[in-house]
Nanobody, 113 residues
Framework: QVQVVGSGGGLAQPGGSLRLSCVAS??????MGWYRQAPGNQRELVAT???????NYRYSVKGRFTISRDNAKNTVYLQMNSLKPEDTAVYYC?????????WGQGTPVTVTT
């Protein structure tokens, strides 16, 4: 069974940068990525990447966030630049295989002055 563990995040100022990492075990061909959920909001897609490198971004993060993948390490990275206060949320690592979906434990990202 696939499991994912996310890490990174923390506190940043507007315009700053943070990087998230997500390591998957149990599969090397899962669709992987990140979702986020701000207080009072629904969970929303941030970015996903397939094992073949096909990428999908949420419109509001295009040009600021970059998702990448190291298949040898079963790890996906989310480089977040030009952060805005509205990026504040709990970010969840995500993976989907033919067997279903799995979620990481969530890592908070706070963008504030």
């Amino acid at each position: 069974q696939v499991q994912v563990v996310g890490s990174g995040g923390g506190l940043a100022q507007p315009g700053g940068s943070l990087r998230l990492s997500c390591v998957a075990s149990g599969s090397n061909d899962a669709l992987m990525g990140w979702y986020r959920q701000a207080p009072g909001n629904q969970r929303e897609l941030v970015a996903t990447i397939t094992s073949g490198g096909a990428i999908n971004y949420r419109y509001s993060v295009k040009g600021r966030f970059t998702i990448s993948r190291d298949n040898a390490k079963n790890t996906v990275y989310l480089q977040m630049n030009s952060l805005k206060p509205e990026d504040t949320a709990v970010y969840y690592c995500y993976a989907r295989t033919n067997d279903g979906e799995v979620w990481g434990q969530g890592t908070p990202v706070t963008v504030t002055t």
